[in-house]
């Protein structure tokens, strides 16, 4: 069954987050921040509207997207500013789901069919205003679309065989059951979805009334753990991303409830004998990415988005204080291509006398271009070598340096793994 979503929009100018008709800067503008902070609060997916006119603008507001699908887990769906296939292209590699293109620009018409057929259907939306001529909605689809996205005008758009957004239509929240229902309507942007928008209140009412949407279903109950004899349940807490382990807290039947139903980790204060919501006091809330038990039942562990530091010490972990410890060799591959990363990058900030890495920085990107083909061919030579140890040495080689051009063009690891991760 299809996902009902709820959309909000971000309107970018010059980078930044703005009012879609002043184009004044909203806060500090941090668009990221916001589409972060979105995610977290339970929006499903987000439309970002480019309002550049300029090169260089489009630029900026390009260089957001990437970073809002950096660093934000949310799909996004973006356009505003197509004047030809490239910019189709700029928005798709930016990392977004989908692109739409404007109906009131007459040359966007004449694209969609050019762009479905060139980067898939799925990868198309279409933007229509009230104005737009319905008898021709379906022939979006024909050309290829698989997304109208609908300004104030959703309803014309119904039983053409194309998914809906309804977007800023100014629609009731008692009014979205009956759209979602139906299935006709993809999901639903309006002018209300901001960061006070209680979204996972919505979602649940929505399921509740039969309408399928993005929310957490516990595949156990409470009542399948085994707790403790106060009716409790140890749950560890790890960073979904680096998979540190930040503290230790217990749930009872209530917390793990309400984490379900708000998406915040929530949980029992046995000093205080009441249950809290984890940043209630100090901003430095959990959101849930992942809860599981394990093969006894009996201790939860979480994966959460940490807004802050999870310790009121203000260290990133509570487990900081160290009892014993033995020398060992960390090998994960992330963090040591991290750990490399970082060191190339100080030597690029902090130059030192008789460094290698400084003298290829030194000699431009040039040479290091001329270095990482050099090592590439290497690679070539040593796989015919039936010794498997040489190409280990010339792909550690190859990697070096292509770390050295990473840190001269700007690109880091989690950027090149997020990529990865699309294909």
Known sequence: MAKFRLMPSIYLFNGEMVDKDTKEKIGDGDAVAQAILLN???????????????????????????????????????????????????????????????????????????????????????????????????????????????????????????????????????????????????????VSMDETYDYQKIKNELYKNGVSTNVFVPKFQFSDLKTNADGMIPVIVQDYKTNQVLMLAYMNEEAFNLTIATGKMTYYSRSRDEIWVKGETSSHYQYVKELSVDCDLDTMLAKVHQIGVPCHTGAETCFFNEVVKKDYEDTNPMRVFEDVYNVILDRKEHPKEGSYTNYLFDKGIDKILKKVGEEATEIVIAAKNPDPQEIKYEISDFLYHVMVLMAEKGVNWKEIIKELSRR
């Not at 507001?61 to 030809?84: H, L, Y």
């Not at 997304?147 to 008692?174: D, H, K, P, T």
């Open 40 to 190: 977290n609060l339970g929006a499903d997916e987000l439309l970002i509207f480019d309002l550049s006119s300029t090169d260089e603008e489009h630029e900026k507001n390009i260089s957001t997207m990437i970073k809002i699908s950096d660093e934000a887990d949310i799909p996004t769906i973006v356009g505003g500013n197509v004047k030809r296939l490239e910019d189709v292209k700029k928005y798709l590699y930016s990392g977004a789901k989908k692109t739409f293109l404007d109906t009131a620009k007459e040359s966007n018409r004449d694209l969609v069919k050019e762009a479905a057929e060139r980067f898939g259907g799925d990868k198309i939306a279409v933007l229509i205003h009230d104005d737009f001529d319905f008898s021709k909605v379906k022939q979006l689809k024909y050309d290829g679309a698989s997304l109208v996205i609908a300004e104030n005008c959703a309803r014309q758009c119904f039983g053409q065989g194309i998914r809906v957004v309804s977007y800023n239509a100014g629609i009731e929240a008692a009014e979205y059951v009956e759209m979602g229902i139906g299935e006709k309507v993809y999901g639903i942007s309006d």
